[in-house]
């Protein structure tokens, strides 16, 4: 595991998009592994930056999130699909029909979740996984829990993650109670994989997570399984790190 500690989130976004532009130049129909959040905001801005320079073509690449509300429609304002399309599909020159984001109104979420691990399969697999952290640990909607769950798969929120998403709505009730999420093993598939994490919020977790132990009570923790993990954090984010 690479871990690269940085001054500013500019830093952090210029770095992220260096591994990802390397991806996409190597392979001109790379499949991303998409997070959301306010961590990669900053990184998909550098993107939009770099094609709008003519230094990035995203004709040929696919997609694919990591997870979706559920249920919610994918033009609700609080949706993953919304948030991919505000801050990077609108701005690029990406095919959002190979754009992958879980659908938060299928009707069969065994079935939906069964086709959505065949279709990255179909695609090749992911290239690189974008991921951010929770406090606790957490990657996608994969909660500590004394067992996760592989693949993708529909999961209820906790209380603390519903509390903590309450702000980007207008009152906690509005909160979807459940979630559509990639599995930690759909997740260490991914060939290459990027972790972003500011603010002191997240020391605990990424001191966990390099500790190099595994525990299901940290679901990060099991990036230590991948053989190609780069962490890219500030200081505070770095701060329970041996120096």
Same mark, same amino acid.
């Given at each position: 595991?690479?871990? &690269?500690?940085?001054?500013?989130?500019?830093?952090?976004? =210029?770095?992220?998009?260096?591994?990802?532009?390397?991806?996409?130049?190597?392979?001109?129909?790379?499949?991303?592994?998409? @997070?959301?959040?306010?961590?990669?905001?900053?990184?998909?801005?550098?993107? &939009?930056?770099?094609?709008?320079?003519?230094?990035?073509?995203?004709?040929?690449?696919?997609?694919?999130?990591?997870?979706?509300?559920?249920? #919610?429609?994918?033009?609700?304002?609080?949706?993953? =699909?919304?948030?991919?399309?505000?801050?990077?599909?609108? *701005?690029?020159?990406?095919?959002?029909?190979?754009?992958?984001?879980?659908?938060?109104?299928?009707?069969?979420?065994?079935?939906?979740?069964?086709?959505?691990?065949?279709?990255?399969?179909?695609?090749?697999?992911?290239?690189?996984?974008?991921?951010? #952290?929770?406090?606790?640990? *957490?990657?996608?909607?994969?909660?500590?829990?004394?067992?996760?769950?592989?693949?993708? *798969? %529909?999961?209820?929120?906790?209380?603390?993650?519903?509390?903590?998403?309450?702000?980007?709505?207008?009152?906690?009730?509005?909160?979807?109670? +459940?979630?559509?999420?990639?599995?930690?093993?759909?997740?260490?598939?991914? +060939?290459? &994989? %990027?972790?972003?994490?500011?603010?002191?919020?997240?020391?605990? @977790? #990424?001191?966990?997570?390099? @500790?190099?132990?595994?525990?299901?009570?940290?679901?990060?923790?099991?990036?230590?399984?991948?053989?190609?993990?780069?962490? &890219?954090?500030? +200081?505070?984010?770095? @701060?329970?790190?041996?120096?």
């Amino acid at each position: 595991m690479r871990v &690269i500690v940085c001054d500013s989130h500019e830093e952090i976004a =210029r770095l992220g998009a260096d591994m990802i532009e390397e991806i996409m130049k190597s392979k001109k129909d790379a499949v991303l592994g998409l @997070a959301t959040g306010s961590t990669p905001v900053n990184m998909y801005s550098e993107l &939009i930056r770099r094609y709008e320079a003519g230094e990035l073509d995203f004709s040929c690449v696919r997609s694919v999130n990591l997870d979706e509300y559920y249920p #919610i429609a994918p033009d609700n304002d609080q949706s993953y =699909r919304y948030f991919m399309n505000k801050n990077l599909f609108d *701005h690029v020159n990406i095919d959002k029909a190979n754009t992958y984001v879980p659908d938060g109104l299928c009707e069969d979420t065994d079935a939906f979740c069964a086709s959505y691990e065949a279709k990255i399969a179909e695609l090749g697999g992911i290239d690189i996984q974008v991921l951010g #952290i929770g406090g606790n640990g *957490h990657i996608a909607f994969n909660e500590p829990a004394e067992a996760l769950e592989p693949l993708t *798969h %529909l999961t209820d929120l906790t209380p603390e993650t519903i509390a903590a998403n309450s702000r980007f709505f207008e009152s906690e009730a509005d909160v979807p109670r +459940r979630a559509l999420t990639m599995g930690m093993g759909s997740i260490l598939n991914a +060939r290459k &994989i %990027l972790l972003l994490a500011t603010g002191a919020a997240k020391a605990d @977790a #990424i001191a966990t997570l390099c @500790a190099g132990k595994l525990t299901t009570s940290c679901p990060a923790s099991l990036l230590n399984l991948h053989d190609d993990v780069t962490v &890219i954090c500030d +200081r505070a984010a770095a @701060a329970g790190l041996q120096a």
